[in-house]
């Protein structure tokens, strides 16, 4: 199983922090956001790693081979960062992943090393990993859910009222899954170019056509999504306790 890092995005809600640094790279409780991940990661037993880069890509390049010398890390850069969004990157790791299973992380969410160990040791193939204790708001990937724990629906513009949680932006993909994932990511975005689309909708289209996920339910786990400021300060008293 591999893991693909989101870090493309500049980050510009959470300017002037980024002005100089890319997001993934933030320090929240004295660490930065990706060595937080890449270490979580690895203490699951995750060793083969796909870094998407867009803004700032030397730097993080840098500072992951200064931290992580020996890790095995695939970089691929989307050179069109700033006129796409996160599907248009995704679908860029499609040969990179090849035939494997994939766990895909969004670069800017903090999160401790349980999140991690629950979805890697959960039986099935595809999941999401859904934190049912929160406020929902258009801001948020929100999820529905089955009595079986099967995800119905997905989306920033599913209606909070049909919402069981948010979807917090890290999910597993088996192989023989991944591989109809980026076609619906070609078809839906690439060739329409749809560049500036998220990749979230992609997955209820993927349960519309039969390939079902189930939520791993991470609810009173530590995570945060860093958009804002707020959010910003949030994780860092989150992780300070």
Not at 82 to 106: C, H, M, P, Q, W
Request: aromatic fraction near 8%.
């Amino acid at each position: 199983m591999k893991a693909i890092i989101l870090t493309a995005g500049v980050g510009s809600r959470i300017r002037p922090l980024t002005d100089n640094t890319p997001k993934c790279l933030l320090e929240v409780a004295g660490q930065p956001i990706l060595k937080r991940m890449i270490d979580n990661l690895k203490s699951s037993g995750i060793t083969q790693f796909i870094v998407i880069t867009g803004y700032m890509a030397e730097t993080v390049k840098t500072y992951i081979a200064d931290n992580y010398p020996a890790l095995e890390v695939t970089y691929i850069h989307n050179d069109r960062y700033e006129e796409t969004n996160t599907g248009y990157s995704l679908f860029l790791t499609r040969d990179a992943v090849g035939d494997d299973s994939f766990i895909k992380l969004d670069g800017d969410v903090v999160f401790e090393p349980a999140v991690i160990e629950k979805l890697v040791k959960d039986s099935h193939e595809n999941c999401l990993t859904i934190d049912r204790n929160i406020q929902l708001d258009k801001e948020e990937v929100k999820a529905q859910i089955g009595e079986g724990g099967e995800v119905l629906k997905v989306g920033k513009t599913l209606d909070a009222r049909m919402a069981h949680g948010e979807s917090i932006g890290i999910e597993k993909v088996g192989k023989d899954t991944g591989k109809v994932f980026y076609e619906i990511l070609e078809r839906d975005i690439v060739e329409k170019q749809k560049w500036q689309e998220y990749y979230d909708d992609s997955y209820t289209t993927l349960v519309a056509e039969g390939h079902p996920f189930y939520a791993v339910d991470i609810s009173g786990l530590k995570w945060v999504e860093i958009d804002t400021h707020e959010d910003y300060d949030r994780a860092n008293d989150m992780f300070e306790a």
